[in-house]
């Protein structure tokens, strides 16, 4: 350790308290390896500030001696963004101290949370005055709002309700030089300049540190039905969807396509049974609302299809518990792949009327460059958003598999990263794929608000080069 970091160890235990400051291993090995624990870092030491003026105070710290910091919020991300590399020379910020719910506002339909307040319990502290935080995600019992924030995080509601930054109605945020920006307006109209608040969703913690947030609520709907549909093809399920969007499009809230094959492996691994007869594809539907003959409504959707053959079979949830079974076999998809073997995940997404394209096109890369490779694909086919895991053979390379799939992605107009951010794992594919003149915005942006490289290096972008940009 030299000497500029102990200094700066000593000051941080100033500014924190001396049991806010981790560096014993055992203390931090939890914060330094990433939820699929294909990353791990060792970072000078884990800080857990208590309050916005100490994550200012750290910040200003950090800068002025020299060290990078990586925040983390619930450390379940899926591209190792809130992990630091292996120099022992970053700081790690953990913002799950910071979790108190400020307010909610049940009439105004807002509700002020800061970074560390778990999903889940925001969610439920919403449920009380009924009203719903529309972000679900498998995660959401250990996510945290700064997360879900900095990761523009999406999930199954997506289709209704947007990503997360549909949600985000005020920010507050600490700047690399430790100015806070208080952004915590519960508008939702506000023209009054530049909409800063954009910049800081979805980056990642590459631009400055989001300490707390006013979200967006929705009434909590009171009806649901959730089915279950088998069908022929990707084709017909996008016929059948754009029905669903004619027929009942408002209260439409999930239209998660699973393949024929994802099933097979959850029956596999997870003991649990397909309730219908098989099918090449499988259609799990949910909608909600607070009027009634939502149930009417989706059973005519339903008779429609299997009169004009777009479902070969079906099933409709007839109590909550049902429709929690039918879930499961979404939910368990990919613990299932994860029992299977050695897998490559994608989470990309392309034109809703490309996905079957797509399909083709992918299938026949990955086959180009690997023989044994199988695929295990589902995901929000309404948002045309794929979660293409590649089982891989023992002597596959997964480098030339991503290349595959992600070159099939590019020549069909779509995104390396639909809701699971870029972090340190496609980086490399990002600054392959992507225009030139928008990796040049990109820089430019981070060099116009973290000049220093102060941020979460090798995220999203390169890590930062000598002459301090990013």
Not at 97 to 121: F, N
Not at 212 to 229: E, F, K, N, Q, Y
Not at 462 to 469: E, L, N, R, S, V
């Amino acid at each position: 350790m030299t000497a500029e970091q102990d200094a700066l160890l000593n000051q941080l235990r100033t500014i924190c308290g001396p049991a806010a400051v981790l560096t014993a291993t055992r203390d931090v090995e939890p914060y330094a390896v990433d939820w699929k624990r294909s990353f791990v870092g060792s970072p000078l030491c884990v800080v857990r500030p208590s309050n916005t003026g100490e994550v200012a105070a750290i910040v200003a710290a950090c800068g002025m001696h020299g060290a990078s910091i990586v925040p983390q919020g619930g450390n379940t991300g899926l591209a190792g963004g809130a992990t630091p590399d292996t120099s022992s020379s970053q700081v790690l910020l953990s913002l799950n101290r910071l979790s108190r719910i400020r307010s909610l506002d049940p009439v105004g339909m807002t509700v002020e949370v800061e970074a560390g307040a778990i999903l889940q319990s925001v969610k439920e502290e919403a449920a009380k005055r009924d009203r719903m935080l529309p972000v679900s995600l498998a995660a959401e019992g250990s996510a945290t709002i700064g997360g879900i924030v900095s990761t523009n995080a999406g999930g199954v509601n997506v289709l209704r309700y947007g990503m997360t930054r549909a949600l985000v109605l005020g920010l507050e945020v600490v700047l690399a030089d430790g100015t806070i920006v208080d952004g915590l307006r519960h508008l939702r109209k506000d023209n009054a300049g530049y909409d800063w608040k954009q910049l800081f969703i979805g980056a990642e913690g590459t631009l400055g540190i989001v300490t707390a947030a006013v979200l967006r609520l929705v009434p909590t709907p009171r009806h649901s039905v959730t089915a279950v549909l088998s069908v022929a093809g990707v084709e017909t399920a996008i016929a059948l969807y754009a029905k669903a969007q004619s027929e009942i499009g408002d209260v439409l809230s999930a239209f998660e396509l699973i393949s024929g094959d994802a099933i097979a492996l959850v029956e596999k691994h997870a003991g649990l049974k397909r309730p219908i007869a098989a099918g090449e594809w499988f259609l799990l539907i949910e909608a909600g609302s607070s009027l009634t003959g939502l149930e009417a409504a989706m059973e005519a959707l339903l008779a429609a299809a299997f009169e004009e053959e777009l479902a070969l079979d079906g099933v409709v949830a007839a109590s909550h518990q049902q429709a929690q079974s039918l879930w499961a076999l979404r939910e368990h998809v990919t613990e299932a792949e994860a029992r299977e073997g050695r897998s490559l995940k994608h989470d990309i997404s392309v034109p809703l009327t490309a996905v079957p394209s797509f399909l083709a096109d992918a299938r026949a890369a990955v086959a180009n460059v690997s023989g044994a490779a199988r695929l295990n694909v589902f995901g929000h086919l309404g948002d045309g958003n794929l979660h293409y895991n590649v089982l891989l053979g023992s002597e596959d390379d997964p480098a030339a598999v991503n290349r595959a799939v992600h070159d099939a992605v590019v020549r069909h107009r779509g995104s390396i990263s639909a809701e699971h951010g870029l972090g340190q794992y496609r980086v490399g594919e990002w600054q392959r794929t992507k225009a030139a003149a928008e990796q040049a915005l990109a820089h430019a942006i981070k060099q116009a608000i973290d000049p220093a490289g102060l941020f979460n290096p090798g995220k999203v972008l390169a890590a930062p080069t000598k002459g301090g940009t990013a």
